[in-house]
């Protein structure tokens, strides 16, 4: 039995390092189709060093809004290289009180590094446990994918931190942009959620919610 586990064991490993040997990358194609598994890869011949490279990380984001707080994204198709190698990157810029609210990336998992100021982050199992810490400098952390989970600048000035993902597009929903920034009737969002009418109203103003 031992030995048939591993010879199914070394095919897979072999198909996988065929398929992998194909081809050596698929550059993302904006304007061809996109499937679950990606962007349409681009035309070999129409690909360049630039591709690979993307510059947007070099420069802080701008935190003049409502969270105090920017995420610079460095994902498929604007950085075109990564599509298909199961990788992507982001800056966070929180200024003082700065926060990404609770939020999920439900094709990828997150792993984050300080490199100024402090954060407290946290995420929340599915069991409902909550798995909270201050990092500084430095300091590194992982989200696991498709939990909830924040960012808040708990230090004195301002922050940054730059995170990695296990997906070339890893997704975004931001719990209370879903709640309260869309034409989801209130009603239902009380119902759902049990707060009040007025606390409802006074949220869905806030984020630019209707209905």
């Not at 700065?98 to 990828?108: D, E, Q, S």
């Not at 100024?116 to 400098?137: D, H, M, P, W």
């Not at 009380?190 to 109203?201: N, P, W």
């Amino acid at each position: 039995m031992k030995m048939i586990i591993h010879v199914f064991f070394i095919i897979s490993l072999f198909s996988s390092i065929a398929f992998a040997s194909v081809q050596d990358f698929c550059v993302a194609d904006p304007k061809g189709p996109q499937s679950p598994s990606g962007y349409s890869c681009k035309n070999p011949d129409q690909v360049n060093e630039n591709d690979f490279v993307f510059s947007g990380l070099g420069k802080a984001g701008n935190t003049s809004n409502i969270i105090k707080a920017a995420v610079t994204p460095a994902f498929a198709p604007a950085f075109a290289g990564i599509n298909g190698l199961g990788i992507s990157m982001a800056r966070l810029d929180l200024a003082g009180g700065g926060v990404i609210p609770l939020h999920t990336h439900p094709g990828a998992s997150e792993v984050l590094v300080v490199i100024q100021g402090t954060i407290c982050a946290g995420f929340i199992s599915s069991a409902n446990k909550v798995y909270l810490k201050t990092l500084n400098r430095g300091d590194t952390m992982v989200f696991p994918q498709g939990l909830l989970h924040f960012q808040l600048n708990s230090g004195k000035g301002p922050a940054l931190a730059f995170v990695a993902f296990g997906s070339p597009s890893p997704g975004l929903q931001i719990t209370s942009f879903a709640l309260f920034a869309n034409d989801l009737p209130s009603e239902l969002v009380e119902a759902t959620t049990f707060l009040s009418d007025e606390e409802v109203k006074k949220l869905k103003g806030v984020l630019g919610g209707t209905n």
